[in-house]
């Protein structure tokens, strides 16, 4: 009798297993696909015989700007983690920061690059290193569960968390002011659209301020976050959404993903394109949204289609958008390479 259960709870977990080991076949002939459909367009031939006026010195320009965007992000979690009680080592975090960005460019790894630099910092110690290696190893290559998991480790995973959903915010602000600016030419909609966002967005960010500074609801937050053993999460929570650094940290995060826009015009720049910034501030941004989707390695293929299709309403030939977004991929992989130093460190 009690054979049958066990065997009709190991066909799922089965399932599971085989679905989570295709899955990154599957992203890769995904984003292979998707790649394969934006430059299927473009015609080669005529492409290289129309001259095109390339300017080397922009990729320079491009990677300056994306790993400034990098250290900027890497930067802002190490406050967190710092504000926390976690080792006040900004330079190791910014370090984890470009290796968990490594990771995330389809690096082989069982687990993200958020995961990695969330399980990373619970190990690291005042000197820079790392303690207990042999069961750092083991908790990387096996999956998280934080319902269980040690209260040290929910804390760095809430941090990690709290610097994504300033990563997100920075985004659709970024995404409302260049639909504001530009949306007209997306449809007629667009920049009704793009002040609806920012209504949003700010609304929500003066609920949050309200709520940390509101003893009553602020109470309940530190109990809610006692219920789930993360009771120094607060400085962090209040560093990042309350008022006044709310403002700074909002101005911050918008920066960043401006500095990743700025790579993007660069890469154009260098085939000779002035592309419209609004256009960008509408179509990177989107496109990170879309991003969240694990359809694609690291973006690959989506990004290519998708900002061809959008810079094409302001005239920009899609072969040359094409060519500069491959060229923002490569740039992207050749500003989180310094991250591979911290991966080799720990070997």
């Excluded at 809430?158 to 997100?168: T, Y």
């Excluded at 997306?186 to 500074?213: E, K, N, R």
């Excluded at 694609?296 to 293929?301: A, D, F, K, L, N």
């Amino acid at each position: 009798m009690s054979s049958i259960p066990q065997a009709t709870q190991k066909s799922p977990s089965g399932w599971k297993s085989v679905l989570k080991r295709a899955w990154p076949t599957i992203r890769i002939l995904l984003s292979i696909a998707l790649l394969w459909k934006a430059t299927s367009g473009i015609d080669w031939h005529t492409l290289l015989d129309s001259e095109i006026k390339m300017e080397p010195i922009w990729f320079l320009a491009a990677l300056a700007s994306m790993m400034t965007a990098f250290i900027c992000g890497g930067y802002r979690w190490g406050l967190f983690m710092q504000s926390v009680g976690f080792p006040r080592r900004i330079h190791s975090y910014i370090g984890l920061y470009f290796a968990g960005g490594l990771i995330n460019q389809g690096l082989p790894s069982t687990l993200g690059g958020d995961s990695y630099r969330a399980i990373t910092a619970t190990h690291l110690t005042n000197t820079g290193d790392l303690s207990d290696t042999k069961e750092l190893d083991e908790e990387l290559h096996h999956s998280v569960d934080l319902e269980h998991a040690k209260p040290k480790l929910r804390l760095s995973f809430s941090m990690v968390l709290v610097d994504r959903l300033l990563g997100l915010a920075g985004n659709n602000l970024l995404g409302g002011i260049g639909l504001i600016l530009g949306g007209a030419t997306l449809a007629t909609w667009g920049q009704d659209l793009g002040y609806v966002v920012l209504g949003i967005m700010l609304s929500a960010g003066l609920i949050i301020a309200f709520l940390l500074a509101w003893s009553p609801s602020k109470q309940l937050i530190q109990k809610l976050l006692d219920r789930f053993q993360m009771n120094n999460a607060m400085p962090g929570i209040r560093l990042a959404f309350a008022w006044p650094t709310n403002i700074a940290q909002a101005c911050l995060a918008i920066g960043i993903h401006f500095m990743t826009i700025l790579t993007l015009l660069f890469c154009m720049k260098a085939y000779g394109v002035d592309a419209p910034i609004q256009g960008l501030m509408i179509g990177l941004p989107a496109l990170s949204l879309l991003l969240m989707l694990p359809i694609s390695i690291s973006g690959w293929g989506l990004r290519e289609a998708t900002l061809s299709s959008v810079l094409a309403l302001w005239g920009v030939n899609p072969s040359l958008t094409v060519l500069a977004s491959i060229s923002y991929g490569a740039i992207t992989v050749l500003s989180v390479l310094p991250g591979a130093y911290f991966l080799l460190k720990r070997k």
